[in-house]
C-alpha cells in the first residue's frame, strides 16, 4: 500500500498535537509510541479543524466528511478530475448525539474524531497522494493530522482494551432509505456470504478480517448477517440496514457504497486487532434532531450489546 504517514509524536504547546517524520515504505505496520492520552480528554488542533475525544471504550468512530470550513487561502477539489466535494451532511451532529447517547444512559464514551474542515478542500477518506489536487503545506498537514490521530485512537483502544472496533461515519443520498454497511466487499461477495460460499476467502478480504484475531475462529455469514450482526440489532431497533438478516444481500442495480479508505486502512494487517465497517446514513435516519437521537439511542444499544459491554 502506498501510503506515508508521521509516526513520531510529541506535545505541542497549549495542547496535544503529533509531528514527525514520514514513515518509512519498508515499515510493516505502525510503531509509533502510544500517546499519554487520558480517557474523556479532548484534543483540538490550534487551527480549529479538528475535534478529538479520547474514550473509554473499544469504539472509534470517524467523521471525514462533515466539515463545513472553507478558506480563500486554501485550493479546492472542485475542479479535480473524479473528485468528490459534497458534505456528507448531519454527520457531525449526529456524531454528537451519538456521544450525547452514550454518556447519558451508559455513563461510556467511544473516541470520537472528527474534521471541521471542508472536504472541498482535503478528502480525509483517500490515501494522501489522492485526498487534495493541489499541493499545499496546510492540506498536507491536515491530511496528517487527522490520520496520525485515528492511528493513535485505534492503538490506544487496542491498548486499553485489547481490541477496537472501527466506525467511519458517512451519509448517502440514495433513494432507497436504509444504513449501507460496507464491510470491503462488492454487492456479488455480499451475495456469496448469503449463499454462504468462498466465507473464508471473503473473511481475509473483509474489514472484518481481524476480528479472528480477537475472537478466535468465526462464520463470516453469522458477522454480517446473523442475528447478532450490526446490521440485524440496528434493523430491529427501526434503522434498516443492509446487509443484515432482514434485508441480506443487494440486487445488482442498487446504490451501494461498500467502504474506502479509511474503513480499509485501519483495520489492514497492520493494525492487526482492529475491525470494522464504514457506515452510509441514509437522509431519513439523519435529517432532523429527532431522526438524530433514534439513531444515536439504536445505534448506542446494538453496540453495547456486540461489544457486551453491559
Known amino acids: 500500500m502506498n501510503f506515508k504517514k508521521l509516526i513520531v509524536f510529541s506535545l505541542a504547546v497549549g495542547f496535544i498535537g503529533l509531528t514527525g517524520c514520514k514513515k518509512s515504505d519498508s515499515d510493516a505496520s505502525p510503531a509509533a509510541p502510544l500517546p499519554s492520552w487520558k480517557q474523556g480528554q479532548v484534543i483540538k488542533d490550534e487551527k480549529g479543524w479538528f475535534e478529538l475525544e479520547v474514550g473509554d ?6 467523521v471525514p466528511h462533515g466539515g463545513t470550513i472553507q478558506l480563500d487561502r486554501l485550493p479546492n477539489r472542485d475542479n479535480c478530475e473524479d473528485a468528490v466535494t459534497v458534505l456528507d451532511s448531519y454527520t457531525v451532529p449526529l456524531a454528537e448525539a451519538i456521544k450525547k447517547e452514550f454518556a447519558q444512559r451508559y455513563n461510556l464514551k467511544p473516541t470520537v474524531l472528527i474534521t471541521h474542515l471542508s472536504r472541498k478542500h482535503v478528502d480525509q477518506n483517500r490515501e494522501l497522494e489522492e485526498s487534495f489536487c493541489e499541493e499545499h503545506p496546510e492540506l498536507f498537514d491536515a491530511w496528517h493530522w487527522y490520520h496520525d490521530h485515528l492511528d493513535s485512537a485505534v492503538r490506544y483502544a487496542v491498548a486499553e482494551h485489547g481490541e477496537s472496533l472501527f466506525i467511519d461515519l458517512h451519509a448517502h443520498g440514495h433513494s432507497v432509505q436504509r444504513l449501507e454497511l460496507g464491510y470491503g466487499l462488492t454487492i456479488a461477495e455480499i451475495g456469496r456470504v448469503y449463499s454462504g460460499l468462498d466465507l473464508d476467502e471473503l473473511m481475509a478480504k473483509s474489514t472484518l478480517a481481524n476480528y479472528k484475531n480477537v475472537h478466535g475462529d468465526v462464520d463470516l455469514r ?28 443487494l440486487m445488482s442495480t442498487d446504490d451501494y457504497f461498500n467502504g474506502g479508505y479509511n474503513s480499509r486502512y485501519f483495520t489492514s494487517e497492520d493494525y492487526p486487532k482492529t475491525y470494522g465497517w464504514q457506515i452510509e446514513v441514509n437522509s431519513t435516519a439523519r435529517n432532523t434532531p429527532e431522526r438524530q437521537e433514534h439513531f444515536a439511542s439504536a445505534f448506542a444499544e446494538s453496540i453495547v450489546q456486540l461489544l457486551k459491554l453491559q
Do not use: C, K, N, W
Open 222 to 249: 453469522e458477522l454480517m448477517i446473523g442475528p447478532e450482526a450490526f446490521g440485524t440489532l440496528m434493523h430491529a431497533r427501526d434503522v434498516p440496514s443492509v446487509p443484515s438478516e432482514q434485508d441480506p444481500y
Open 57 to 62: 471504550i473499544p469504539l472509534v468512530i470517524s
